[in-house]
């Protein structure tokens, strides 16, 4: 079966630390994604991946970056935390970029930053 | 890009068929049109995907209108497992985004 795992289900966090959410995919897939989830604003692109080392911005960079250094994983980097950074973070990943491509998600990490 | 449209709310008793709209009127002609459902405290699951014409899993039915700009997830008999958020997604050709609206809560009353 696929998989996609993200490293933490919750994490707290203070205001200016530096977060790394961390996303594994099992799959060898060669595009994968963050989304933040907040409620009433649905799922918001923040970046994705369509090749090792290569990144894209979403609708809602800001604040946030990725790293991709290896295939199976993508990781999304919160600089400076921040209190309007809590939220739900979805990590997808999709085999290729074909239109009919399915995709896949994790589980998600609820992130709070007091 | 391409926009999708859908529902806040919808309601369903349990066993009886649900049809879920969305509108993507703006839909281009290579746009796959995927369904997810996000049942509570996971991530979204994949249900179904077409183009053009209707479509049918073990899941659901999915109903594309002929010019494309409407599609209908169909679930023929709702159960309480059912109840979730669904989202009707295009995926853009040109950006590999797949692009998610607010998506329509289903709640299956006993």
């Known amino acids: 079966d696929v998989k996609v795992t993200q490293s933490s289900r919750y994490l707290v966090k203070r205001t200016g630390e530096k977060v790394f959410l961390e996303c594994v995919q099992d799959m060898d897939h060669e595009n994968m994604f963050w989304y933040r989830q907040d409620p009433g604003l649905g799922l918001r692109l923040i970046y994705f991946s369509y090749d090792v080392k290569m990144k894209e911005k979403g609708d809602i960079p800001e604040g946030y970056s990725v790293s991709r250094e290896k295939k199976e994983r993508f990781s999304l980097i919160l600089e400076s935390a921040s209190t309007n950074q809590t939220s739900m973070y979805l990590c997808?990943?999709?085999?290729?970029?074909?239109?009919?491509?399915?995709?896949?998600f994790g589980s998600g990490t609820q992130l709070s930053v007091l | 890009d391409a926009k999708t449209t859908q529902p806040n709310s919808m309601e369903s008793n349990e066993e009886e068929p649900v049809h879920l709209p969305c509108n993507h009127s703006?839909?281009?002609?290579?746009?796959?049109i995927h369904w997810y459902r996000q049942l509570p405290s996971q991530g979204p699951e994949y249900v179904i995907h077409?183009?053009?014409s209707n479509v049918n899993n073990r899941m659901a039915s999915l109903a594309i209108a002929e010019d494309r700009k409407s599609s209908t997830l169909i679930l023929h008999r709702a159960t309480l497992r059912d109840a979730a958020v669904y989202y009707c997604?295009?995926?853009?050709?040109?950006?590999?985004?797949?692009?998610f609206g607010t998506g329509t809560r289903l709640k299956v009353l006993a």
């Open positions: 997604i295009l995926r853009d050709a040109w950006t590999y985004k797949y692009i």
């Open positions: 997808a990943s999709s085999r290729s970029g074909a239109t009919n491509e399915k995709l896949f």
């Open positions: 077409g183009l053009t």
């Open positions: 703006t839909i281009s002609g290579t746009d796959y």
